[in-house]
């Protein structure tokens, strides 16, 4: 039975395929995670825990690179999430000092989950004296093989919209998606009177007009 890191992991899949073809390939920052693909108000439920902290100590599990999900660059913010999460009484927001930190997500899991497997964590190979420290760990090997992190320069698209994946213009100052009206940054908003809504409300709780977000 999946636990609320694997259900973590799972949605943040989910809103990065979602978001167009090649978007898992791509690096997002740090506040996008919790701002806009996964926000813990909109998914409490669906990941199952109980308290905003829980919510906040599974994100910091994650950005830690608990069961290699994800890589946070640099790496020294990630070795300090690690530490953080290892503690006895852990600042379980710490990651919230580091927005614009880069997460990659490993698309071997990815892949994995997105076909159903079970068993979609990748595996940790054992220690030994021989081991290549993980900065040193290169994208391509000799074999010519890729890294799960590995970003193809292929899968880069143009800029898209966190909550309804269009394509933005680019080259220009977008204020509002020319898809579904809303900023590319910031609280998601009813188009009819800017109340704050969730995704996936059909209606605004406000003043009742379709929100266009099902």
Same mark, same amino acid.
């Given at each position: 039975? #999946? ?38 108000? /909109?998914?409490?439920? &669906?990941?199952?825990? !109980? ?44 990651? &919230? /000092?580091? $927005?614009? =930190? ?15 497997? &079970? ?5 940790? $190979?054992?220690? =030994? !004296? ?8 290169? !994208?391509?090997?000799? /074999?010519?093989?890729? /890294? ?7 899968? #880069? &698209?143009?800029?898209?919209? #966190? ?21 590319? =940054? ?19 709780? =406000? ?8």
């Amino acid at each position: 039975m #999946a636990d609320e890191l694997e259900r973590l992991f799972g949605r943040l899949v989910e809103a990065l395929a979602d978001a167009g073809p090649g978007r898992l390939a791509i690096p997002f920052a740090t506040a996008e995670l919790y701002e806009h693909l996964v926000p813990y108000r /909109s998914n409490r439920a &669906r990941l199952n825990v !109980a308290t905003h902290q829980d919510y906040e100590m599974t994100v910091l599990r994650l950005l830690a690179g608990e069961r290699g999900y994800a890589r946070l660059e640099p790496a020294d913010v990630q070795e300090a999430l690690q530490r953080e999460a290892a503690s006895s009484n852990p600042d379980t927001g710490l990651f &919230r /000092s580091f $927005p614009d =930190s880069q997460v990659l997500v490993n698309r071997i899991a990815a892949e994995r989950f997105l076909k159903g497997e &079970r068993a979609y964590a990748p595996v940790q $190979p054992p220690a =030994s !004296a021989d081991a290549v420290p993980p900065d040193e760990v290169r !994208a391509d090997d000799e /074999s010519g093989s890729t /890294s799960a992190f590995a970003l193809d320069e292929s899968d #880069a &698209r143009a800029p898209q919209c #966190a909550y309804c994946g269009g394509t933005l213009p680019a080259g220009r100052k977008v204020n509002f998606c020319p898809h579904c009206g809303q900023p590319p =940054s910031g609280e998601l908003r009813c188009p009819a009177c800017g109340s704050e809504v969730d995704v996936g409300w059909g209606y605004c709780v =406000s003043c009742g007009r379709p929100t266009g977000f099902e």
